[in-house]
């Protein structure tokens, strides 16, 4: 295997999780839908909340990599999160599942895909680089999945005998 193959492979596979932390979809399997909405003790946001941040979060370096006009900058911190008081009904809990998994599908084919030069800079911000990009998306990731993990475990949310 070459080392351009090996490092696609190394970097799908930070991207899918579960070497040094846990897949996404491990970390909300069997989520109990009663509390999509519930806010951990001492957190200004709900799960539903933090899986939004995520799916948002993974959409904005998607687009950053396109470059203009598909990537309009986001705002810190208002754009990158849900309204305080908004909420989820099962269906915008799946459709936020879906949108991630989705984006995060996109962004493990372009990995994968061995025309896209990783190394080379964005035209439109050529002081990064889609390797770059899909370690941050990947590092951000890896925080709030664990982030969600431990709030799970706080709430006592995890399927008995988890």
């Known amino acids: 295997m070459s080392e351009n193959q090996t490092l696609r492979k190394q970097l ?15 970390a909300v399997a069997s989520f109990p839908a009663a509390h999509h909405n519930t806010r951990p ?17 993974q959409r904005d370096i998607l687009d950053y990599i ?48 061995a025309a896209t030069d990783l190394a080379a800079p964005l035209a439109h911000a050529p ?14 990731n890896a925080y709030h999945t664990g982030e969600l993990a431990i709030l799970r475990q706080v709430m006592g949310l995890w399927p008995e005998g988890r």
Do not use: C
């Not at 799908?12 to 491990?26: I, K, N, S, T």
């Not at 001492?42 to 979060?57: G, M, V």
């Not at 900058?73 to 989820?88: C, E, S, T």
């Not at 269906?91 to 599908?105: C, G, I, M, P, V």
């Open 12 to 26: 799908v596979a930070l991207l899918r999780g579960g070497q040094a932390y846990m897949p996404f979809d491990e």
């Open 127 to 140: 002081q990064h680089n889609i390797l770059r990009e899909i370690l941050v998306v990947a590092d951000h």
């Open 41 to 57: 003790p001492n957190t200004p946001y709900s799960f539903w909340h933090l899986l939004e941040h995520l799916r948002i979060a």
């Open 66 to 113: 396109a470059g203009p006009p598909v990537y309009q900058p986001l705002q810190w911190p208002d754009d990158y999160w849900p309204a305080p008081d908004a909420q989820a009904d099962q269906a915008a809990w799946d459709k936020t599942l879906a949108d991630f998994r989705a984006d995060q599908n996109t962004l493990v084919a372009l990995v994968e895909n």
